[in-house]
C-alpha cells in the first residue's frame, strides 16, 4: 500500500542567498544571480509562499516554521537535508557538507512541531560523524522506498557509504549504492545529491540513468527498480540540469500528486508527461530563484511527515 502523508514541515526563508560553501560541490548554484541579495530573498520567499499555496489547495497540512536572524542560515529553506520522518515516530538528524548549513539543526523546529501535537519517540543522531569528515544529507542523499525498504544513494563528498549502511540498519532499509555524474566544464563530477538525479514514486521512477557511467551499477538500480514493479521514466542530462529529477511524489485520501519546478516541467517532452500523469496529477510552480541560486528545488524544499 501507498504511504500516505500525514503533513509537511517547510521552512520559510529568512537569510536565502547564494551559499559558497555549498558551491563547492553543488554544480546547479549560479553565482550571478547573488549581485543583489535583497531582490534574491524577496523573490525567494514569493517563490516557497506559491509551493506553499498549491500544497494546501491539494489538501496537504503544511507546518511552516519562519526562519529567522538567530543564525545565519541561506539554505534553511532545504530541511530534508537535516532531518527526516518515519513512522513509529522516529526521526533521524544527519551530518552536514557545509559548516553554516549544519546551524539549520534547530531544537525549536522540533519543538514547533510538538506544539501542533506531533510526537516523536525516538531520535536518531549522526550527527557526530562531522568530527570524522563524514556526511549523509537526509533524503537529498537518499531516496527512500519507504514502502519496499529501500535506499538509493549516489556516492558523493556529501554522501557516505559507512553512514548509509548505518541508517540502513537502523531504519531497516536495504541500500542500493551507485556513483552518479553530471558534465560539469569538460569533466564529469560526481553529482552532489541523489535527489536531483532521481524521483521515486509508488509506482514509477523518473531517472536519469545516463548519468551512471557505470555500466554494471546502471543495471544495478534498473533490475532493483524493475523488481518492485516501478515504471522507469527516463530523463537526459539536460533535463536532469534543469531539475526534471527532483520532484516529489505525496499522497493523501484524493491521490497522488507529483509537485515539481515550472523549469523542470517545461522540460518535459510530451510522452513524458503522459506516462507521469497515468499515475499522479502534476503540480508546478516556480521556483528559479531558488534553484539557480541554492542549486535545489521543489522537493528539498519539502520534508513530509508519516507518524
Sequence with gaps: MAKF???????????????????????????????????????????????????????????IFQDDHKNDTPDSVFPNN??????????????????NRRMERDERVIKFLEAKNLVFESVYDYTSAENDGLY??????????????KAYCSLSERTNENLIIEFCNDFNYMPIVFNSFQTSGKKRKPIYHTNVMMCLAHKYCVIC??????????ELVRQSLIYDNKEIIEISEAQLNLF?????????????????????Y?????????KISKYSKIIYTSVSTIENCGGGSVRCMIAEIFN
Design 209 to 218: 540513468l545516463s548519468s551512471i557511467d557505470c555500466k554494471k551499477q546502471k
Design 5 to 63: 502523508v500525514n503533513s509537511i514541515l517547510m521552512i520559510r526563508p529568512f537569510n536565502f542567498r547564494f551559499n559558497s560553501e555549498t558551491a563547492k560541490n553543488n554544480y546547479f548554484q549560479k553565482q550571478s544571480i547573488s549581485a543583489v541579495e535583497e531582490n534574491v530573498l524577496k523573490k525567494s520567499i514569493n517563490e516557497f509562499d506559491q509551493l506553499v499555496i498549491k500544497l494546501k489547495s491539494c489538501g496537504f497540512n503544511v507546518h
Design 82 to 99: 537535516w532531518i527526516t520522518f518515519h513512522e513509529n515516530k522516529k526521526i533521524a538528524i544527519y551530518p552536514m557538507f557545509a559548516k
Design 244 to 264: 526534471a529529477g527532483n520532484m516529489i511524489e505525496l499522497i493523501n485520501n484524493s491521490g497522488s500528486f507529483l509537485f515539481m519546478s515550472q523549469s523542470a
Design 136 to 149: 549523509l544529507e537526509g533524503t537529498g542523499s537518499m531516496v527512500l522506498d519507504r514502502y519496499n525498504k
Design 266 to 274: 517545461t522540460s518535459l517532452t510530451e510522452n513524458q508527461i503522459h
